[in-house]
T-cell receptor
Framework: GEDVEQSLFLSVREGDSSVINCTYT??????LYWYKQEPGAGLQLLTY?????DMKQDQRLTVLLNKKDKHLSLRIADTQTGDSAIYFC?????????FGTGTRLQVFP | NAGVTQTPKFQVLKTGQSMTLQCAQD?????MYWYRQDPGMGLRLIYY???????DKGEVPNGYNVSRLNKREFSLRLESAAPSQTSVYFC???????????FGPGTRLTVL
């Protein structure tokens, strides 16, 4: 079955790096995504990685993909209070997105 | 471009009442989706529409119906609301390349 797993909570100090992990199940996903949800809002696409890539960097964000272990991670450098949100990874084995449960990132001063 | 819009933003229903959640997108996307979000469960797909005139069940369709009125609009109907349908409902539309989905702001529904 389809099951994308994430830890539920992460707490980091402002200025530190955050690493959010995700384990997915379907190796046929062409793209893997990270979405961000701020309180009371919908989901916004944060970044994505094509399945034939190992790493993608976009300013403070680094996505690492380990296809062998079906493991995806999102690293946020110099984490700020504005990064506090829920982060969802998602796989796309078909034309539908399969979301993880979300990781709530809390940034404290 | 407004992107994906949803109405209403909040709704309180009594058990057994019916209502329709509205969704519209102005990005000329073919595919549209309805999800529900519950604490600790991520987003679960209720129904989707790959193109105008077609709809398909997702993971949790029971208790819901949908209508793809035209390319822009995709509505979700609760015929007889139940407390288990208390949730936040999100509509999304999909850009064909990269499978990227764009989300509306959500409707927070409480069924008493």
């Amino acid at each position: 079955g389809e099951d994308v797993e994430q830890s539920l909570f992460l707490s980091v100090r402002e200025g530190d790096s955050s690493v959010i992990n995700c384990t997915y199940t379907d190796s046929s996903s062409t793209y893997l995504y990270w979405y961000k949800q701020e309180p009371g809002a919908g989901l916004q696409l944060l970044t994505y990685i094509f399945s034939n890539m190992d790493m993608k960097q976009d300013q403070r964000l680094t996505v690492l993909l380990n296809k062998k272990d079906k493991h995806l991670s999102l690293r946020i450098a110099d984490t700020q209070t504005g990064d506090s949100a829920i982060y969802f990874c998602a796989e796309t084995p078909t034309d539908k997105l399969i979301f993880g449960t979300g990781t709530r990132l809390q940034v404290f001063p | 471009n407004a992107g994906v819009t949803q109405t209403p933003k909040f709704q309180v229903l009594k058990t057994g009442q019916s209502m329709t959640l509205q969704c519209a997108q102005d990005m000329n996307h073919n595919s549209m989706y309805w999800y529900r979000q519950d604490p600790g469960m991520g987003l679960r797909l209720i129904y989707y529409s790959a193109s105008e005139g077609t709809t398909d069940k997702g993971e949790v369709p029971n208790g819901y119906n949908v209508s793809r009125l035209n390319k822009r609009e995709f509505s979700l109907r609760l015929e007889s609301a139940a407390p288990s349908q208390t949730s936040v409902y999100f509509c999304a539309s999909r850009k064909t390349n990269r499978n990227e989905q764009f989300f509306g702001p959500g409707t927070r529904l409480t069924v008493l």
